[in-house]
């Protein structure tokens, strides 16, 4: 196959990563990118990504960084898959139930709101926004 036509039909990036036991910092910092990035885990250091430039780009970051840190990370293109495994992963990223949820609880927040200080109510936004 011709190396212009196989590019035209990848669409999905896949990160393998394998973190230092030993440290707890680069793992978390690693997790919150990858949960920013809006990534699914496919199983412990298996994460999957549309293929787009721009989180190509931030993967190819995160693997610098993680090659810094001691880590090893792989960051791969794959072509299109099977239909059913297509829509299994394409579920992955429905995220439906997780925005209801956040709606559910700043509409709780929003209800409280005149109840508490300024400072409360930051404190509370603080918290609802970490959670995200």
């Not at 990223?93 to 509409?107: H, M, W």
């Amino acid at each position: 196959m011709h190396i212009v036509s196989y590019f035209a039909y990848v669409n999905w990036l896949l990160l393998i990563a394998t973190l230092p036991g030993q440290n707890s910092a680069i793992r978390v910092r690693f997790w919150r990118q990858m949960k920013s990035l809006g990534a699914a885990i496919l199983r412990d250091g298996v994460y999957l990504l549309p293929r787009r430039e721009d989180l190509r780009h931030s993967l190819e970051e995160l693997h610098g960084e993680l090659s810094a840190a001691g880590a090893s990370a792989y960051v791969l293109e794959l072509p299109k898959q099977a239909p059913e495994l297509e829509e299994e992963w394409l579920a992955l990223f429905d995220r439906g139930e997780a925005y209801r949820e956040c709606k559910t609880e700043l509409d709780a927040i929003l209800k409280r709101l005149r109840e508490w200080s300024e400072a409360e109510a930051r404190r509370q936004f603080r918290i609802w926004h970490k959670n995200l």
